[in-house]
């Protein structure tokens, strides 16, 4: 509460104050200081998302509510109402505009993962019977699934005959996440079902799978994702990119489920919590990027990023 | 924490405590019965690996409700989790009459066990906003609930997802806590 109090009087009353001095001393406004002194990455677009935020100006704050942001007439705008010159400031206008683009795209991005969470399984869906059947081809290449409703789904890590009823909360997002680890990073996804049939310390594959759909969603609706992809991303972030953070995730949390001493699946949520807590305090360097030994392939020895 | 609420904690506090398990088949709704049960947000569950556990007040008892996953793989853990229960929820998807012989011999089996003996169970007769759904009385039926003897039983009508009938059954919980435990 003393902080919140604390953030009200520095926003309302020192900040503007501190900003309005600087501007004197420099004359130079807040968005391009930002521009000039900090380097590309998410530490610079979060400052000028914090600046956007606090800014006095309606159309200013207002983009980061609007949806369909014209990014072109944002900028020029901005710069008409900084009275920012493009021949001085010729590196102004275009950081300002990935800046932009990073963070219209983040809010987007938000509403696409939740609208495809929103979808739920349905078995009438051709495109989702698709999926699954990719699924399925993709992690056990050499079985035939020899009906729709089978035992055979136990064995990838589905709780019963029918994968339908798993999705549940995560919908779409739930499947669209496991086949696309399963497509671009078939030989990790056989891997980690293999090391998940552990007899003792094994975990079901695709409930686990569809856990970390929450975990990802979770991170990315909190914001905790803009460190990463504000890094790596110099544009608008999409779909593919949040796929992306779930394949690390999914890839790192076996990692750390197999470093854990004497374990069992009832264990899952109390290492599920280790392992997030983990994750969100490397997110806060906002240097950081979630790149492990994924990206360069498991086969490769190259070491990963340790969490 | 404000001052209030604060306040209130201390006032409240030492409840009574009664622990309470929660079991049936996967997909059966547990998750969904505890999150209703403490008010939270039910639109993001995903399918229980291993176990989650909550705390949840209601009529001046803290009721630790253990919900564990409800999947083949894990129901062997169930054991571990029977030690002191005071009372047993089962919940049963009403509408998947084809897994109602599995959900009965879960249930048959939990109702042997020496650790549960005497313990009052409630059963869930969960899903009843689905059309295709069996009404309790067709479930007890089903599964010979009336032949239950040496404990308290009741079957109760609910649907997780819209929290019709949760709370009767957790009324009838409290009311029917083992003596030397009120």
Redesign the interface.
């Known amino acids: 509460?003393l902080l919140s109090v604390y953030e009200y009087v520095y926003y309302a009353f020192l900040h503007p104050m501190w900003k309005w001095m600087l501007r004197r001393l420099t004359g130079k406004c807040e968005l391009l200081r930002i521009t000039l002194s900090v380097p590309r990455g998410a530490q610079r677009t979060c400052n000028i998302e914090s600046s956007l935020k606090h800014s006095k100006i309606h159309t200013l704050k207002g983009l980061l509510a609007e949806d369909n942001v014209n990014i072109d007439d944002a900028v020029a705008n901005i710069m008409r109402i900084k009275s920012v010159s493009p021949e001085i400031h010729p590196q102004f206008g275009p950081t300002l505009r990935m800046c932009l683009c990073q963070i219209c795209g983040y809010r987007q991005l938000i509403s696409e993962v939740e609208s495809t969470r929103r979808i739920q399984y349905c078995s009438e869906n051709s495109e989702h019977e698709a999926l699954l059947s990719q699924l399925w081809s993709k992690l056990k290449p050499d079985t035939q699934l020899t009906a729709r409703i089978s035992k055979q789904w136990?064995e990838i890590g589905f709780?019963?005959d029918d994968p339908m009823?798993?999705f549940?909360?995560?919908g779409l997002l739930?499947l669209q996440n496991l086949v696309f680890f399963a497509t671009v990073y078939t030989d990790a996804a056989r891997q980690l079902l293999s090391r998940s049939e552990h007899p003792q310390n094994g975990?079901?594959f695709a409930?686990?799978g569809?856990?970390i759909?929450?975990l990802a969603?979770q991170l990315l609706n909190s914001g905790h994702l803009k460190t990463h992809l504000y890094n790596v991303v110099h544009g608008q972030p999409r779909l593919e990119h949040f796929h992306q953070v779930y394949c690390y995730l999914l890839y790192e949390f076996d990692k750390f489920w197999f470093s854990q001493e004497t374990i069992?699946?009832?264990?899952?949520?109390?290492v599920k919590q280790k392992f997030q807590k983990r994750i969100v305090q490397r997110l806060k360097d906002k240097h950081a990027t979630l790149h492990g030994a994924l990206t360069v392939g498991p086969s490769n020895n190259a070491a990963s990023v340790p969490l | 924490m404000?001052l209030l609420a604060l306040l209130r904690k201390l006032k409240s506090s030492p409840d009574r405590e009664l622990r309470i398990l929660l079991l049936g088949l996967?997909?059966a709704g547990k998750t969904t019965l505890l999150k209703q049960m403490a008010s939270e947000d039910?639109?993001?569950?995903?399918?229980t690996?291993?176990?989650?556990i909550k705390s949840v007040q209601s009529s001046g008892f803290k009721l630790n409700v253990w919900d564990i996953g409800?999947?083949?793989?894990?129901r062997p853990?169930w054991r571990?989790y029977f030690e002191n229960t005071d009372v047993l929820i089962y919940v049963i998807d009403s509408a998947d009459r084809k897994r109602f012989e599995e959900t009965g011999i879960e249930l048959g089996d939990l109702l042997d066990e020496e650790k549960l003996m005497g313990v009052p169970v409630l059963v869930y007769a969960n899903k009843q906003d689905l059309f295709n759904a069996a009404p309790a009385s067709e479930i007890a039926e089903g599964l010979n609930l009336h032949g239950i003897r040496g404990r308290q039983w009741q079957i109760q009508a609910c649907s997780a997802a819209s929290g019709e009938g949760v709370k009767d059954g957790m009324e009838w919980v409290v009311k029917n806590i083992p003596k030397g435990k009120k």
């Open positions: 509460m136990t709780q019963g009823t798993d549940r909360g995560m739930g975990y079901s409930i686990v569809i856990n759909t929450g969603h069992d699946i009832m264990q899952f949520n109390h | 404000g996967d997909n039910i639109s993001h569950i995903t399918p690996q291993g176990f989650n409800g999947q083949r793989k894990i853990y571990n």
